[in-house]
Nanobody
Framework: QVQLVESGGGLVQAGGSLRLSCAFS????????MGWFRQAPGNGRIFVIS????????IYGNSVKGRFTISRDDAKNMVYLRMNILKPEDTAVYYC????????????????????WGQGTQVTVSS
């Protein structure tokens, strides 16, 4: 059973940076596309960024391109979300997600396409 555990959330001032980590276990990591989603109070789960099984394709959500990047370390079974130039509107619980997908094509951007989810980590950006 695939398990995902996020870490690295916290409180940061606007304009600052933060790196979230997601530890993957219970499967063959490099068979999985990985994504990050976020959810603010009262809102649904919003797509942030995703990468395919090989790391060769990345899709960015609205408002994060140029500020956020995703990377994966297949040796450590880890995926990272680097967030720069943070804004108060980035405040949310951030979730790591995984789906087994090695076919050619971009990684999924819809929450319903992912099979596994972490418990989430809170990111708060103060103005």
């Amino acid at each position: 059973q695939v398990q995902l555990v996020e870490s690295g959330g916290g409180l940061v001032q606007a304009g600052g940076s933060l790196r979230l980590s997601c530890a993957f276990s219970g499967g063959t990591f490099n068979n999985y596309a990985m994504g990050w989603f976020r959810q603010a109070p009262g809102n649904g789960r919003i797509f942030v960024i995703s990468t395919n099984w090989s790391g060769s394709s990345t899709i960015y959500g609205n408002s994060v391109k140029g500020r956020f990047t995703i990377s994966r370390d297949d040796a450590k079974n880890m995926v990272y979300l680097r967030m720069n130039i943070l804004k108060p509107e980035d405040t949310a619980v951030y979730y790591c997600a995984a789906v087994e997908k090695t076919r050619a094509g971009p990684p999924p951007t819809v929450a319903e396409e992912y099979d596994y989810w972490g418990q989430g980590t809170q990111v708060t950006v103060s103005s």
